[in-house]
Each structure stands twice: as C-alpha cells, then as structure tokens.
C-alpha cells in the first residue's frame, strides 16, 4: 500500500473521496456543500449534498431520480475552475452522462473514473451514452466491479443477436419474453440494442421513467409500452417485457401468464448466478468494464499511480503492482453497501464464493 502523500489531489474523508485543494467531493456518500458526482446511479448520486455539479447530459437522469438538486453542468471536456483547481467532465461511457473527474493543480493531473466500460479500441457500442475517453493522467483512480481475468465480455452485437434469437422464439410459441434489467442505464441500452421488429416492447413503470428521460435528452429509444396501456392477450404473448428485478416473484408478472425469463448482468457470466435468480436465461451484459477493459483503461492513463475502489480491490492492486505501479486501494461505499439502494435497482442475488474469488461487494452497483 502507499501511504497518502500531503499533495494528493484525491483523499479519502468520512464524507467521500474529497479534493483538499478544490474543497469538494466526488460522489460522496455523506451530505456534503459541493459535490461532483460521476453519474446517477444511486450508490455515486445521492440526495442532501448543497451543490452538485456533473456532465450536462447527466442533467435530466439525475433529476429523475434526485429531484429539485441544486444542480450545475458542464458540457464534457469543458474546464471550470474550483478554489484554483481546473475540473473537467470526460465520457466513462457506463451510462448516460457517466463521466471521468479530471483535476489538475499544481503540476499534476487526477482522473477519477467512476464507473465505466471501455471495449476495444474505446469504441461506441452503447448507443445511449457517448464512449470512455482516454485520458493521460499522473493518478488514476479505477472501480474494479469486475477485475478478475473471468471477466470478458462478447461483443455488443453477439449479446443483441443472442437476445433477439431468444425473444423471437419465444413469440413464435406465443410466450411474452420477460427480461430483468436495471431500470437506468441497462433498460435503455438493451432497448438501443434489440430488433424492435420481433413484437411489442413492454416497459415497467418505473423502466419507462428513466426512458422519459433519456428521450428528453436525445436518445432515440423504440417505441415502448406499458401495461396500463391496454395491450390485448396477443400482443402480450409476442412482447418483451423490461422490468427490473425487483417484479420477481410479484403480482406485477402474473398478467403475462406463460412466460420466459431472463436476468441481463454482468454477474450472469459466473455459474450458478443465474439458477440462483431463478430465471431461464442469464445474458451476460455488463455496463461496466470487464477485465480487459479495466488493463485497456488503466494503461491508456499512462498513469504511474493507481488507486482502485470498489469491486474486485485486492486482486487488482496486487495485479497492478506486478506490473510495476503505484497502487493502492480506496475503501468506499459504492455498491450499495449502505442498503440504500432503491428496490428498483436491485442486483441479482449476490454470487456464491464458489463461483469464483470472493465479491467483496453486495453486487447492488449496476452491473
Ligand atoms: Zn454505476
Ligand atoms: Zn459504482
């Protein structure tokens, strides 16, 4: 480990990860005056913080979820100087308005990633949020949600494939197509992703909420439905239903009748994850980077110090400093780890150790 030097652009307080010279917090888990938050996910957005600054394409999710905030934007890449430090959003391509913290002050440079996925080449896949940017920095602080070499993701496409085959069957023999997905973020890239010609899509209550507000920040979504629309018993057998997990085992399924079902997660690449969910099919989706990913990132920093936050925390700091770096870890409370995440999010049920090395997690970051 490395100890925290006096010039740390980054420390830890019992508020959140805090920047000493700029006097703010990155996504803190504790109220705080000035906050920057990464993205809108509620374990890194929470509510009670004064002032909030963030991605302006973030602007509309986090009002959905967090309501009047007292909220300021940037637009990515624009610079904004805080107490003599220059801050600037960068796309982290998790989710709509995801964004990397870059600080600079003093002659060095700070990325905080928040959560992120960058595929090969830092390539758009996600239609619903602009790709990870590459940033050189002197210290980069990474989440390692999935940072174990199991984790490898398939291409975008082959996932699509994989479900639309699966949805297609299901409405040739007439049985709707339920798919458990987060309500923010993995709903609206699956929609971004799927053959909108297979039948209707059906979207839960509160899946079409954040669908609002994607649309009203100019992401093009397929037509989608509720229930409360009167669909009749035919369209109901050739639909896909997104819903997310929190429906399972609920009333809410029971209009369906005769159904499949299927769990969208990162955490559906480990074996018994899905038999643990209790559903017929686990598509492996995961909004956040995959091992390679986490090694693509990382390198691209060219940073020599790396502070790794929650996830997989030992196993990467002990891998980056085979390589020869800096690393150190973070102790956050990312992930769900207060309890505060609301139903509507909720992870599949956490993987048995047997799976693979221990999750230090409760798996509640959107995966
Ligand atoms: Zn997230
Ligand atoms: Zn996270």
């Known amino acids: ?47 009670g913080h004064r002032r909030y600054l963030a991605a302006a394409p973030a602007a509309l999710v986090l009002k959905a979820r967090l309501g009047g905030i007292s909220l300021d934007t940037l637009a990515y890449g624009e610079p904004v100087t805080i107490n003599g430090v220059t801050v600037s959003l960068h796309p982290a391509g998790h989710v709509l308005g995801s964004a990397q913290v870059r600080i600079a002050h003093g002659g060095q440079v700070w990325v905080a990633s928040g959560d992120y996925k960058a595929g090969p080449g830092f390539a758009a896949e996600d239609a619903t949020c602009e790709a990870f940017e590459p940033l050189r920095c002197d210290t980069f602080i990474s989440e390692s949600t999935f940072g174990l070499p199991v984790y490898r993701w398939k291409p975008q496409s082959a996932i699509a494939a994989d479900i639309n085959a699966w949805w297609a069957a299901n409405a040739a023999a007439g049985r709707a197509s339920v798919l458990m997905a987060y309500s923010f973020g993995k709903a609206q890239r699956i929609l971004a992703m799927v053959d909108a010609g297979i039948g209707p899509i059906v979207c839960h209550g509160a899946t079409e909420n954040l669908n609002a507000a994607y649309r009203a920040s100019g992401v093009a979504l397929p037509a989608t439905r509720m229930v409360s629309d009167g669909l009749d018993r035919a369209d109901l057998r050739r ?19 005769d159904y499949a079902d299927a769990f969208a997660s990162g955490w559906m690449q480990l074996r018994g994850a899905r038999r643990r969910n209790a ?68 992870e599949p049920a956490k993987p048995a150790a047997a799976d693979a090395a221990p999750i230090d997690e409760t798996g509640v970051s959107p995966a």
């Open 239 to 257: 639909a896909l239903v997104l819903a997310p997990p929190s429906v399972q085992g609920s009333t809410w399924l029971k209009r369906f009748g």
């Open 279 to 346: 559903v017929d099919r686990g598509f492996v989706l995961s909004d956040h980077a995959d091992w390679p990913g986490l090694m693509r990132a990382i390198a691209a920093t060219d940073a020599a110090r790396v502070i790794v936050t929650h996830g997989q925390v030992p196993v990467m700091v002990r891998w980056l400093q085979a390589q020869g770096l800096e690393a150190q870890a973070f102790e956050t409370e990312f992930a769900g780890e207060t309890g505060a995440e609301a139903p509507d999010t909720a």
């Open 1 to 47: 480990m490395v100890a925290q030097c006096a010039d740390d652009l980054v420390v830890l307080r019992p508020e959140g990860m805090y920047c000493p010279p700029g006097d703010f917090f990155i996504d803190p888990w504790r109220p705080v005056e000035r906050a920057v938050i990464t993205h809108a996910h509620s374990d890194h957005a929470r509510s």
